[in-house]
């Protein structure tokens, strides 16, 4: 059996993760605090992937970065990079395909804290960012590494956007849940079933070592 | 010296109301904030520490303009510095109550002294959630002193301790507020609780 897909899903996930992390950090904190017109569009287009099906969502990132019009000539002209049938364009995908499971835990988490954890940091004159990092972040642990790994389980599972924008190109953007896809259209089911048992077995154990930290996690008083 | 005139309108049960207070507190002094329910004591306490922002007024201390509506000045919290006792306690549910002190001052001789007023010595690893309700507000008060404020706003500080060590606590900050010449505003619901604390009075109604 080829390992290939295998790990590069776990490549996708874990990169896709890592970004989202870095990105939705202060996304979610900018959109914890308050409401105005612009944050309630900007989260409406952050939260469309959940319910917008996979493939709509790839027609048109394929269209938007495609080598021959828009963005993804002058893309591909000024840098050279190509986002369709790439690995980074994998990236792309997921990071847009799986924002709303990074943003939705951390700023729902973040709007939960009193109001006060943060009065009480600034009136000792401590920065807006000391803040976040050494009073608000570790005070929102689980909900951070629920979303670390919803996202990641998330990416694991993609398909739909995977298909339209990176194609099925060995070693490139042949993640497992295409190749699941791939032996069965072959009727190799012995391979489908070994992609799916491992994607299956992956994915139980994040879930299942998510719900046991956050089991000690209740001990919490904010809970 | 502080002034403060500010007007602030509030939400209430039967409609809105407004929040007019024009006072001037000496510095050093120790005045005592009372009134019933939903007045707007912790507003006032909150506008003057920068995390409220009234409709109009002005606050002035030390000469320094804190707030001005009309020259829509407004300096942040982080400027203004001033010590500020949350009436819930508004602890860091993350930091041992050593990391509290610690994350306010780096004054470990301070840190010392607080922690032996506060009586918390032997306690200086727990965590909040393990600490009593009257261990957690004295973590609040010291947390406030940590950095030695100019201007100590206290949301009522002493409701959750017992008369004794209320008593001994209330004798240790009167000392450190006149050491270091501190003007301190105290919102409570029973003015006898302060034992001569205080020196003036505001009443918000």
Known sequence: ?223 | MISVTIEKKLKAYKGQQVLKVSRTFEAGSITQIYGPSGAGKTTFLKIIAGFIEPEKGNIIVDGITWLDTKSKISISPQKRIAGFVFQDYALFPNMTVRKHLEYATSDAAWIERLLAIGKLETFTNHKPEYLSGGQQQRLAILRALAIKPKLLLMDEPFSALDPEMKSALIGELKMIFDEMGTTVLIVTHNPQELNGLADGELNIN
Do not use: C
């Not at chain 1, 390992?3 to 959109?31: D, E």
């Not at chain 1, 000391?130 to 009073?135: A, K, M, S």
């Open chain 1, 1 to 223: 059996m080829d390992l290939n897909p295998i790990w590069l899903t776990l490549k996708l996930a874990g990169i896709t993760t890592l970004l989202l992390l870095v990105v939705g950090l202060p996304l979610a904190w900018w959109l914890s605090k308050g409401r105005s017109f612009v944050k309630i569009i900007l989260e409406a287009i952050i939260t469309m992937p959940l319910v917008l099906p996979p493939s709509v969502l790839g027609f048109y990132l394929l269209l938007a970065f495609s080598p021959q019009h828009g963005i993804g000539k002058w893309l591909h002209q000024a840098f050279n990079i190509q986002f369709v049938f790439s690995f980074q364009g994998l990236v792309l995908a997921s990071i847009i395909y799986s924002m709303p499971f990074m943003i939705g835990p951390i700023k729902s988490a973040l709007q939960q804290l009193p109001v006060s954890l943060s009065q009480a940091s600034y009136s000792i004159g401590k920065t807006k960012w000391q803040t976040f990092v050494h009073v608000l972040l570790p005070n929102i642990k689980p909900s951070l590494l629920t979303a670390m790994v919803l996202t990641f389980a998330h990416t694991l599972g993609e398909f739909g956007v995977v298909l339209m924008i990176g194609g099925n190109i060995p070693n490139v953007t042949r993640v497992a849940s295409i190749a699941v896809y791939d032996s069965v259209e072959q009727m190799d089911y012995a391979a489908a079933n070994a992609y799916s048992f491992i994607l299956f077995s992956i994915t139980f154990v994040m879930v299942i070592s998510v719900f046991v930290f956050n089991k000690y996690q209740l001990k919490s008083p904010l809970e």
